[in-house]
Nanobody, 124 residues
Framework: QVQLVESGGGVVQAGGSLRLSCAAS???????MGWFRQAPGKEREFVSS????????LYSDSVKGRFTISRDGAKNAVILQMNSLKPEDTAVYYC??????????????????WGQGTQVTVSS
């Protein structure tokens, strides 16, 4: 069974950077990967997504211009480079894989495989 394993979370000061990685344990027929985050007491929200082909790169308005998503086909991995981090970026970050249509790429229901999550804490 395919599993997703996230890494790269941690504690950073505001203005700093972190790089999250999500690796699939094996190749999957799922054609898109997404990053979501969930802060305490809040709903899970969309951060970014990408097709394995490299197309349909999407970002939420709150991270656009600061975060960059990319994929490494050789490693079955997706990378989220997070720069200029803010305290409001603090959350558990989850990667997900699925076969979403374009209209559902920003929604959790577009993905059927999830990682365990990694904590990102940005101090002010």
């Amino acid at each position: 069974q395919v599993q997703l394993v996230e890494s790269g979370g941690g504690v950073v000061q505001a203005g700093g950077s972190l790089r999250l990685s999500c690796a699939a344990s094996e190749r999957t027929s799922r054609n898109a990967m997404g990053w979501f985050r969930q802060a305490p007491g809040k709903e899970r929200e969309f951060v970014s997504s990408i097709r394995w082909s490299g197309g349909n790169i999407l970002y939420s308005d709150s991270v656009k211009g600061r975060f960059t998503i990319s994929r490494d086909g050789a490693k079955n991995a997706v990378i989220l480079q997070m720069n200029s981090l803010k305290p409001e970026d603090t959350a558990v970050y989850y990667c997900a894989a699925g076969r979403p249509i374009l209209s559902t790429m920003r929604e959790p229901r577009g993905y059927d495989l999830w990682g365990q999550g990694t904590q990102v804490t940005v101090s002010s």
